[in-house]
């Protein structure tokens, strides 16, 4: 079984690019995460999904960060503009209703 | 709020020496109790879990004990190997919303 896939693995951009991470999840789990993990520290996160519907985004800045799962399977995690303060690892993770996450391996985002 | 604080890093160990990381939360009601590891370029995978007080987690050689009255999580695990090198992350999850919490993750080197 594929396991959480997440593209790309690495990205490097100017401040003030947009950036944007895709997240595909384990077929048939409907609920999907977004962490971020800055350097030396635990995941946060960001957002959760089940299915289509964002059922807590409290810890999204949504000035600049936004997310989307049209059709309830992957899933696109957007930032605009990026700042420097935004290098960090992307994670997400998937799961059957609230039972285990299943983490993919990262985008590791730097902002020059 | 909920919190999870795990001993710093990095610990370092010759081969088959005794483990600990020790990992205390602060949490309403009753939480599950996870422990994470992450090896170098991969995603974060489940190692143990305990749902209840008491509870005993178990895998891989590497154990966990949930303790109410201490509030405490420790990992352990008897002989280390050099393959157990990672970071190891705490956790707990509350309520029915499925959201974790993590500790700020504890390297592990294993010296043959």
């Known amino acids: 079984e594929a396991g959480v896939v997440q593209s790309p693995r690495y990205k490097i951009i100017e401040k003030k690019q947009p950036v944007a991470f895709w997240c595909n999840p384990i077929?048939?789990?409907?609920?999907l995460y977004w962490y971020l993990q800055n350097l030396g520290q635990g995941p946060e996160l960001l957002i959760r999904?089940?299915?289509?519907?964002?059922?807590?985004d409290s810890q999204l800045p949504k000035d600049r960060f936004s997310a989307e799962r049209l059709k309830g399977v992957d899933s696109t995690l957007k930032i605009q503009p990026a700042e420097l303060g935004d290098s960090a690892v992307y994670l997400c993770?998937?799961?059957?209703?609230?039972?285990?996450?299943?983490f993919g391996p990262g985008t590791r985002l730097t902002v020059l | 709020g909920n919190s999870v604080t795990q001993m710093e890093g990095p610990v370092t160990l010759s081969e088959e020496a005794f483990l600990t990381i020790n990992c205390t939360y602060t949490?309403?009601?009753?939480?599950?109790l996870f422990w994470y590891v992450q090896y170098p370029g991969e995603g974060l995978q489940l190692l143990l879990k305990?749902?209840?007080?008491?509870d005993k987690g178990s895998n891989k050689g590497f154990e966990a004990t949930y303790r109410k009255e201490t509030t405490s999580f420790h990992l352990e695990k008897g002989s280390v190997q050099v393959s157990d090198s990672a970071v190891y992350f705490c956790?707990?999850?509350?309520?029915?919303?499925?959201?974790?919490?993590f500790g700020q993750g504890t390297t592990l080197q294993v010296k043959p």
């Open positions: 999904y089940e299915n289509e519907e964002a059922v807590d």
């Open positions: 305990a749902t209840k007080a008491d």
């Open positions: 077929s048939g789990h409907n609920t």
């Open positions: 993770a998937s799961s059957s209703e609230l039972a285990e996450q299943f």
């Open positions: 949490a309403t009601g009753y939480p599950s």
């Open positions: 956790s707990s999850s509350s309520g029915n919303t499925g959201k974790l919490i």
